[in-house]
Structures are given as structure tokens and as C-alpha cells.
């Protein structure tokens, strides 16, 4: 299945949420990443930051946002959303922030207020995919509101799970399923895509091989399994991402050009010495990584798999 086949979606076709009930695990990472990689002028991704933190929105795509306060007033009224359009070429942005913590004081109270969140969600969120005319939509989550969780779980059409190898992100994805399966017993069109092991040692095969085997178990009889690609462990380049609100490919070329400006230093005869490790000659921040591109690749791959997988899904509930 080509993913460059998919038609343009229709309401809350092809919104994806990216959710797992433990912190860490690469959430907001590959919302982000993978937002800037699908984006382009034709063909318009929009990311939803649901995650009170707000780190796709100050951290990774380094945009100031509303805190919050659009995607809050959605949820409590029915407002519209706010886009913050073109925030890379072709990404828009629902800005996340602190303001979301509320949702969980309001669902408790819900039943003698009248709230419906999910309802007042749905409508907005419709309203801006039909507006947007969006390819698809990315939602990050925060992994401790579980309200907030419940209400994604019952308007998105997708889930996305990422996961580290060890027992506490394994147990999160678990308690992920829960939600889920009873997100999908109450009536909630979601469909889990996959699972996504997040920070791998691309060294590790057999451990590698091991977990995702362990995955597919736990996911059996759900009719989704493991992405094959795994997004490798790197550092350096992590730490680049986010501190200097870079997507992968941004980084990619933004290493290339630091590197090429090192070695002409170094043909001019400038040593280590003579330069500040904390900026480079133009005021930009000093990257750490040398070459972000095995990283990048690996994000490729996950976009690919990702736009494959939805439109086999698509193809399917066509048939």
C-alpha cells in the first residue's frame, strides 16, 4: 500500500493519537518528528498538543503558545479552536500548556454541570479538520490525566503507542490497553495501529527481537502488532531536538552546515581553543551531534509505516 495514495481524510477520519500511561517514552518526540517529516506546502499535518507540559509546543517546535487556554475552552464550552497555522511549512499547531490540567476538576463534575467534553471536543476538533483540509492529525498526550485520556481515547480514530523496553513503560502501555479496550466497549470508533519501541540500542538485536515478540504477545487478538522500526537511542541528538526546536530533518541539515563551517575553521587554522563550545561564528546554539541522520532515518521509516498502515486501514473499512 502507498502511502502517497492516501485521499484527503473527512472529519475525524484520520486523527492519531500518541499515548502511553507512562512518562518518557517518546510521546511528544514522535508527534513532533513525525509532523515534520509528513508536513509539506500539499499536504498540511496538524499537531494537537493535549499534554498539560507543553513540550511539542515550547520545547520541540519552540512556538509560545496560549498555554493551553484554546484547547481548555474547547473542552469546557465548545469554543472553537485556535491554529497557530504554518509553524513549519505545511504544520499547524493546537497549542498545549498548563491551563489543560484543569480538564480533570471538570469531568469530576460533569454529570450535575452538563459537561460533555468528548462532545465539545469532537465538534471542535471536526470543525478544524474540515477548515484545515488536514492529510492527518497528530495528538500528544501527557501520561498522568487520565480524564484528559479518556476524552482523546473516545474522539480519535487511532492510537499510536510508543514504549521503552523496560517494565514501567511496558506496564504503562498496559494500563493504556485498559483504557482502550474500554474506550472501544463503550462505542469509541479507536483503533490501535501499533506499538512503537522508543529509544532502542540498534546494537541489541536479540533483546530488541525479544521485546518486540513480547509486544505482539500482549497485543494479540487485537489485530495490530509492533512498528518494525524502532527508533534508536541517541543522545546527543535528542538533546539537540529539543533545546534547540528542531524537527529530525531540520537538525540533519542544520548538523551538515555546523560540521562544514568546523572543517573550514580548521583548514583556516582556527583551533578548539580559539572558538566559544557554546555558540558557533553566527550566534547559533553549538550542536552536540555530529550526524543526526541514522536518527532521522529511523523517524522516515516510522512516517512511512505510520501513513502505510492507515491507508491499509482505510482500504479496509472501504471494502
Not at 502507498?2 to 517518546?26: C, F, I, S, W
Not at 531540520?250 to 583548514?267: C, D, G, P, T, Y
Request: hydrophobic share 40%; net charge neutral; proline share 5%.
Amino acid at each position: 500500500m502507498n502511502p502517497e495514495t492516501l485521499t484527503q481524510p473527512t472529519a475525524l477520519q484520520r486523527v492519531v493519537l500518541v499515548a502511553n500511561q507512562k512518562g518518557g517514552v517518546g510521546k511528544t518526540s514522535i508527534v513532533t518528528a513525525l509532523a515534520g517529516l509528513i508536513a509539506r506546502p500539499d499536504r498540511r499535518v496538524l499537531v494537537v498538543d493535549a499534554d498539560p507540559q507543553g513540550n511539542a509546543t515550547a520545547s520541540d517546535l519552540g512556538v509560545e503558545g496560549d498555554r493551553g487556554r484554546s484547547l481548555m475552552l474547547s473542552l469546557q464550552y465548545g469554543e472553537p479552536l485556535q491554529v497557530q497555522t504554518d509553524v513549519r511549512p505545511g504544520l499547524d499547531l493546537v497549542a498545549g500548556g498548563p491551563l489543560l490540567a484543569q480538564v480533570g476538576a471538570l469531568t469530576t463534575t460533569a454529570a450535575q454541570t452538563g459537561l460533555d467534553v468528548v462532545a465539545n471536543l469532537r465538534t471542535a476538533l471536526a470543525e478544524v479538520c474540515a477548515r484545515g483540509n488536514y492529510t492527518v492529525v497528530l495528538i500528544d498526550s501527557g501520561p498522568g490525566d487520565a480524564p484528559l485520556l479518556d476524552a482523546l481515547l473516545r474522539t480519535t480514530r487511532y492510537l499510536v503507542v510508543p514504549t521503552k523496553d523496560d517494565d514501567a513503560s511496558l506496564s504503562g502501555m498496559e494500563l493504556l490497553a485498559l483504557r482502550y479496550l474500554r474506550a472501544r466497549q463503550e462505542g469509541a470508533s479507536v483503533e490501535l495501529l501499533g506499538v512503537v519501541l522508543f529509544d532502542a540500542n540498534p546494537r541489541a538485536t536479540a533483546r530488541n527481537a525479544q521485546v518486540l515478540s513480547d509486544i505482539d504477545d500482549v497485543l494479540a487478538g487485537s489485530g495490530a502488532t509492533s512498528f518494525p522500526t524502532m527508533i534508536r537511542s541517541d543522545r546527543a541528538a535528542a538533546l539537540d531536538l529539543r533545546a534547540a526546536h528542531l524537527t529530525p530533518a531540520e537538525l540533519v541539515a542544520a548538523s551538515a552546515a555546523q560540521n562544514k563551517s568546523r572543517l573550514a575553521r580548521l583548514r583556516g587554522g582556527k583551533h578548539r581553543a580559539d572558538r566559544k563550545p557554546e555558540s558557533t561564528d553566527n550566534g547559533e546554539p553549538r550542536l552536540w551531534s555530529r550526524d543526526p541522520s541514522a536518527l532521522a532515518s529511523d523517524y522516515q521509516a516510522l512516517a512511512r509505516e505510520l501513513l502505510t498502515r492507515i491507508a491499509t486501514a482505510e482500504s479496509g473499512a472501504r471494502a
